[in-house]
């Protein structure tokens, strides 16, 4: 699989097909006498930011930390949880049940819920 | 028999959506400046967004995927920041020259100034996106831009010479004041492939879920309602020409639209343009603070979706109030709409090769549009216009800004 064309920047959708954010980072093994393999993808701000530019990348998660549990470091996601789909990754979790989401949650609890008709 | 419907209204209100302030003010300028000569601009930049909505759609029809999300994926991160950055900051002048326009339009109207209207249509165009959902944004506020019918048959009833129109629609070089000839013509250039027109044309047809079988109908609609929607623009560019260009009067102000055709339509020409203005001009804002929230949270594989709640993509949705928040700043502290609509066409126009070049390369990519790639004809034209456009634009602007002529 070519990791940088099939893998990194996908789509990932989450077991109810909610957009769960993209594959910003991947994390390999290395292992002497075998070729590297694919062990987790990483979904964050920072591991994106930190492809920019790794102070950027310590700056946000200072400000990330304070979004709740799980988050100033970058949510991974074992690479055998995740399943190919035509145009995405399909993880087989709920998203409301992870990190990935907070600050959406953020925004939505402080500033979308207190809009009327919302 | 829902395809027939679909297709009409499809055409309906691309042609309704066509104009705005400014493809209104470019085309005004042009026909102000040099009579016919420039109707060849109108025409090349018809043309090529005509083939950039028409690839936009088979893209998402094909493949599925949006312009923005397909151009993460294929490109990366690094190489998607590049005409995010640039599509967010000229996409926000126009958003800021759209936005004053409304305000622009309600001045006329009232003799209120546009800064104490910022907020009043910041609120409209805000409440239109956060309470309602795709079909009233596309079919609605576009239905009520076929208004801008009227400057068709002011210029009808005006009998221009179709031949010296006909002669124009062929690039001639400047017979005078050079360096503004191809400022204007760039600034139509720039009015006419609004990339952000492309981006919501997309968006639109991954959120009413088109597949294969629409590939016929996305031609039929991108041809003609981008056609006429043209045709729109000529007819402006042939009020201006034939009132504005013999007496020397150059469009210098808003206010001097309504004279587009008033000479025709008496009273009620005032009323027509203020309506086209206001109107257009929401519709543009409403679309472009759509189309930059697309290219945000496709970007990033956020939830998105004008149909969806905005408790349900709250990133999505603030990201349109921000930008919108951001626009109607200009118009508060007192930008004047029409030179902020020519410096931003002109921005346009510089920046699509940035934008057209990466989606050309996706349009040829067998893995993303299977047997449905592009033909040579798309990709010649959409090259061609595009690069003389940002080249001229390159050249042009400085010269402009010099106060060469």
Not at chain 1, 60 to 72: E, H, I, V
Not at chain 2, 303 to 319: I, M, V, Y
Not at chain 2, 324 to 334: E, T, V
Not at chain 2, 343 to 369: Q, R
Request: hydrophobic fraction near 50%.
């Amino acid at each position: 699989m070519r990791l940088f064309g099939q893998v990194l920047d996908k789509q990932l959708r989450d077991v109810n097909g909610q957009n769960a954010g993209r594959i910003d980072g991947i994390v390999l093994e290395l292992r002497p006498d075998a070729p590297p393999r694919l062990t987790y993808v990483e979904v964050s701000p920072i591991t994106l930011l930190a492809r920019f530019s790794r102070r950027l990348a310590r700056w946000y998660a200072r400000f990330d930390q304070r979004l709740g549990p799980g988050r100033g470091t970058p949510f991974r996601i074992p690479w055998h949880r995740l399943t190919h789909e035509h145009t995405a990754f399909r993880l087989d979790l709920d998203i409301e049940a992870t990190a990935i989401n907070a600050l959406e949650d953020w925004l939505r609890e402080r500033v979308v819920e207190h809009i009327p008709g919302s | 028999m829902k395809k027939i419907l679909q297709l009409a209204l499809g055409i309906v209100t691309s042609v309704g959506g066509f104009l705005e302030i400014g493809s209104i003010a470019t085309a005004a300028q042009a026909g102000a400046g040099f009579g016919y000569q420039l109707v060849w601009s109108v025409v090349l930049g018809t043309i090529c967004i005509a083939f950039l909505v028409e690839m936009s759609g088979r893209c998402a029809a094909v493949s599925k995927h949006t312009i923005p999300d397909a151009m993460r994926e294929r490109f990366g991160a690094r190489f998607y920041a590049v005409p995010l950055i640039v599509m967010l900051g000229v996409s926000l002048l126009v958003l800021a020259a759209e936005l004053g326009g409304v305000a622009a339009a309600l001045e006329l109207a009232t003799g209120i100034s546009i800064p104490a209207w910022a907020i009043p249509v910041l609120l409209v165009a805000w409440a239109l996106l956060w309470y309602t959902n795709f079909s009233v944004i596309e079919n609605g506020v576009s239905l009520l831009g076929l208004v801008t019918i009227a400057f068709a048959v002011g210029a009808a009833k005006l009998h221009p010479n179709y031949g010296s129109l006909l002669h124009g629609a062929l690039p001639t070089l400047p017979r005078e004041k050079p360096s503004q000839y191809w400022f204007v013509a760039v600034s139509v250039l720039g009015a006419s492939i609004s990339p952000y027109l492309y981006y919501f044309y997309s968006s639109g047809a991954i959120e009413e879920k088109w597949d294969e079988s629409y590939v016929g109908m996305n031609r039929a609609i991108a041809a003609l309602g981008m056609g006429f929607g043209g045709f729109l623009s000529i007819a402006v560019l042939v009020l201006a020409a034939i009132l504005f260009h013999p007496r020397g009067i150059d469009v210098k102000h808003y206010q001097q639209l309504p004279a587009l055709l008033t000479p025709v339509f008496g009273r009620a020409g005032f009323w027509l343009v203020v309506a086209s203005l206001g109107v257009a001009c929401l519709g543009a804002t409403l679309e472009i603070a759509l189309s930059l929230a697309y290219l945000v949270a496709q970007g990033f594989g956020w939830n998105w979706g004008e149909d969806l709640d905005p408790s349900k993509d709250a990133r999505f949705s603030l990201t349109y109030t921000l930008l919108l928040i951001a626009a109607a700043l200009f118009a508060l502290l007192g930008a004047d709409p029409l030179k902020l609509t020519q410096i931003s066409m002109a921005l346009t126009a510089a920046s699509l090769p940035v934008g057209v070049l990466p989606f050309l390369i996706l349009m040829n990519d067998k893995e993303y549009l299977g047997d449905h790639v592009n033909g040579w004809l798309s990709n010649g034209v959409v090259l061609f216009v595009s690069l003389m456009a940002g080249v001229l634009a390159i050249v042009s602007i400085p010269l402009e800004l010099l106060g060469g002529g």
